[in-house]
Nanobody, 124 residues
Framework: QVQLVESGGGLVQAGGSLRLSCAAS????????MSWFRQAPGSEREFVVS????????YYADSVKGRFTISRDNVKNMQYLQMNSLKPEDTAVYYC?????????????????WGQGTQVTVSS
C-alpha cells in the first residue's frame, strides 16, 4: 500500500519560511518523479514544483520560482519543499504527489499517488 504523508505545514507571517516534508512508503521511491501541488479554498489544484526520480531535474511554477526549493532523499524515501519569502497568496493545502514521469507528475491527472495534504497559512 502506497502512502505519502506530508508534514511541516503551519501558520507563518509574510516573508517567513516553512519546510514541508513528504514521507513515502510502499513504493520504489527512487523510480518515481515527485511533485508538490497546492489548493486554495474555491480554487483548482495547482502545480507548484516537480523533481525527477534521480533528483537531477526540477521544474517550478513561475509563481514560486526563486522562492521555493524542492529536494529529495532517495535513501530516506523523503521529499522536501523549502518555502522562503512566503506571501499570503501562498496560503493553501499543499499536497505531495508521485508519478511515473517528470512531465506527467506536473498535472493532477498524471499523478498516481497523493498525500493527504498539509495546511500552509501565510498571514499578512
Amino acid at each position: 500500500q502506497v502512502q505519502l504523508v506530508e508534514s511541516g505545514g503551519g501558520l507563518v507571517q509574510a516573508g517567513g519560511s516553512l519546510r514541508l516534508s513528504c514521507a513515502a512508503s510502499g513504493l520504489t521511491f527512487s523510480s518515481y518523479a515527485m511533485s508538490w501541488f497546492r489548493q486554495a479554498p474555491g480554487s483548482e489544484r495547482e502545480f507548484v514544483v516537480s523533481i525527477s526520480s534521480g533528483g537531477g531535474s526540477t521544474y517550478y511554477a513561475d509563481s514560486v520560482k526563486g522562492r521555493f526549493t524542492i529536494s529529495r532523499d532517495n535513501v530516506k524515501n523523503m521529499q522536501y519543499l523549502q518555502m522562503n519569502s512566503l506571501k499570503p497568496e501562498d496560503t493553501a493545502v499543499y499536497y505531495c504527489a508521485a508519478g511515473r514521469s517528470t512531465i506527467l507528475v506536473r498535472t493532477p491527472k498524471g499523478a498516481l499517488y497523493w498525500g493527504q495534504g498539509t495546511q500552509v497559512t501565510v498571514s499578512s
